[in-house]
């Protein structure tokens, strides 16, 4: 299913996916963030969405999903566009489950998961908006399994932000020094 496509065609879907998910897709594939020429990365890829922080979500040549965040973040977090959706409308605020040392195991992951989205579904309780009725029109709408225990999904993402090669932005100061990231999420 090309939901790139789909979501593009229709406003009310790509508005859903924001409001759930806080990622706007593009009208069509873009450039990934260059810093005005100082931020490079060691795979190619097509810009489709970004974050209302300006992170974006990047098609990498290979087929693999890359994030770049306005913060420093960098790395793979899916293995294809198909992962990738699952895991966005299964596991919205992503950013805020990135412990690495709650994936040691299934059974803590699936209990530190669930506390995180507790949370989230108060906050959005707060602002009168019912986060799991959202996720489930955009799980049905989109063709997804909405999934009640996402800790398997967690560790399918957890994998894959730690197969090589990483996707890895190096940062070129206008002095010539360097920066670069470890690849990973997980990493500041």
């Not at 009208?27 to 005005?36: A, R």
């Not at 922080?53 to 990047?58: A, K, T």
């Not at 990738?84 to 994936?103: A, I, Q, R, T």
């Not at 998961?113 to 489930?136: G, I, R, W, Y």
Request: glycine residues 8%.
């Amino acid at each position: 299913m090309d939901f790139i496509k789909i979501l593009r065609e229709d406003s009310d879907l790509s508005d859903l996916l924001c409001d759930v998910c806080d990622m706007e897709i593009f009208p069509e594939f873009k450039t990934p963030q260059d810093e005005s020429g100082h931020l490079s990365y060691n795979i190619s890829g097509k810009t489709f969405a970004r974050t209302g922080s300006g992170s974006e979500y990047i098609l990498l040549e290979d087929g693999s999903i890359g994030f770049w965040g306005s913060e420093g973040k960098c790395g793979r977090i899916a293995d294809n566009l198909q992962e990738f959706f699952e895991f966005m409308v299964n596991c919205p605020c992503w950013l805020d489950y990135l412990d690495e040392g709650e994936y040691q195991d299934r059974e803590s992951l699936h209990e530190f998961a669930k506390e995180v989205f507790e949370e989230h579904m108060e906050n959005a309780a707060d602002m009168e908006f019912d986060l799991s009725e959202a996720q489930q029109e955009l799980a049905d709408r989109l063709g997804i399994e909405k999934k009640e225990d996402v800790a398997d999904i967690w560790m399918r993402f957890y994998h894959c932000t730690r197969r090589e090669p990483r996707f890895i932005s190096t940062y070129t100061e206008n002095d010539g020094s360097i920066h670069s990231g470890t690849g990973s999420v997980f990493d500041r």
